[in-house]
């Protein structure tokens, strides 16, 4: 009687009929119970779009991360206080200019990988967080700590490739002063939400010289010297490296924004 009276119902209707059919049938077939998932064909489970781009190497740099110094200037960069670099810029390489304050990129970024290799000094000089001591602060708030920990001594989640006083690293994977190292960094930045209220905690994993010593860490808030970490919402921050009266040097800096 529905089906003559109104057809347009009858047809919501059936639809809803022949739905509830299909899952009864896939039901005592098993799909619901994990049974005959293996029996499906190879096509139901392919997945063809998006196709991902295409990245080629050049030199060990992927084709589409952002080079922040190759060497030849600081173009990229800025002091910390708003001036020129003062670092020095030698070779291939740039060195802390002692006293001239840390800098920083003059782009800002969000999600990231980062590419950077340090050296500490080949003259040792100085213990713990004296010696070679610099850093890469992560949106400009939270600490990769550089340092020579090869064979000095400091508090574990101070070392090199620690997060300044919150993550002390799985290993020790530093190589002797003197040495360039990699650290390959995978960031997941913070989110807000519109009251400034932090919703998720950022993310970082390191490999130092290749060998991971940070996992996903959820990095706690701003990495402080003093005190405890703080959470003021921020948006896309830039990359800042540190000037601690140490005579450490940096070259081939790229990242990838995500
Ligand atoms: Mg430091």
Same mark, same amino acid.
């Given at each position: 009687?529905? *089906?003559i009276i109104f057809p347009e119902i009858n047809l919501t209707f059936m639809k809803y009929l022949y739905v509830c059919i299909a899952l009864c049938i896939a039901t005592n077939m098993g799909f619901g119970q994990g049974k005959d998932r293996a029996s499906l064909d190879p096509e139901v489970t392919e997945v063809w779009e998006p196709i991902p781009p295409k990245v080629n190497i050049v030199n060990g740099v992927p084709s589409d991360a952002q080079v922040l110094f190759d060497g030849s200037d600081f173009s990229n960069w800025i002091g910390i206080n708003g001036g020129d670099v003062q670092w020095d810029l030698v070779g291939d390489a740039m060195t802390v200019k002692l006293g001239t304050g +840390? *800098?920083?990129t003059r782009d800002s970024f969000g999600d990231f990988? @980062?590419? *950077?290799?340090w050296a500490s000094p080949e003259v040792i000089t100085g213990e713990g967080q004296g010696r070679g001591n610099s850093g890469i602060f992560l949106q400009n708030r939270y600490e990769v700590q550089v340092l %020579? #920990?090869?064979e000095s001594r400091t508090y #574990?989640? +101070?070392q090199a490739s620690a997060i300044y006083k919150q993550a002390i690293p799985l290993v020790n994977a530093c190589k002797p002063p003197g040495e360039w190292q990699t650290y390959d960094i995978i960031y997941t930045a913070p989110r807000f939400n519109d009251n400034g209220r932090k919703i998720s905690n950022a993310k970082v994993t390191v490999l130092h010289n290749g060998v991971v010593t @940070?996992? %996903?860490f959820e990095i706690w808030g701003t990495t402080q010297y003093k005190? @405890?970490?703080s959470n003021e919402p921020h948006g896309d921050a830039p990359i800042t490296l540190q000037d601690h009266s140490n005579l450490v040097k940096y070259r081939n800096i790229w990242i990838r924004r995500m």
């Amino acid at each position: 009687m529905i *089906i003559i009276i109104f057809p347009e119902i009858n047809l919501t209707f059936m639809k809803y009929l022949y739905v509830c059919i299909a899952l009864c049938i896939a039901t005592n077939m098993g799909f619901g119970q994990g049974k005959d998932r293996a029996s499906l064909d190879p096509e139901v489970t392919e997945v063809w779009e998006p196709i991902p781009p295409k990245v080629n190497i050049v030199n060990g740099v992927p084709s589409d991360a952002q080079v922040l110094f190759d060497g030849s200037d600081f173009s990229n960069w800025i002091g910390i206080n708003g001036g020129d670099v003062q670092w020095d810029l030698v070779g291939d390489a740039m060195t802390v200019k002692l006293g001239t304050g +840390g *800098i920083t990129t003059r782009d800002s970024f969000g999600d990231f990988q @980062l590419h *950077i290799e340090w050296a500490s000094p080949e003259v040792i000089t100085g213990e713990g967080q004296g010696r070679g001591n610099s850093g890469i602060f992560l949106q400009n708030r939270y600490e990769v700590q550089v340092l %020579d #920990s090869y064979e000095s001594r400091t508090y #574990s989640n +101070g070392q090199a490739s620690a997060i300044y006083k919150q993550a002390i690293p799985l290993v020790n994977a530093c190589k002797p002063p003197g040495e360039w190292q990699t650290y390959d960094i995978i960031y997941t930045a913070p989110r807000f939400n519109d009251n400034g209220r932090k919703i998720s905690n950022a993310k970082v994993t390191v490999l130092h010289n290749g060998v991971v010593t @940070l996992n %996903d860490f959820e990095i706690w808030g701003t990495t402080q010297y003093k005190g @405890l970490p703080s959470n003021e919402p921020h948006g896309d921050a830039p990359i800042t490296l540190q000037d601690h009266s140490n005579l450490v040097k940096y070259r081939n800096i790229w990242i990838r924004r995500m």
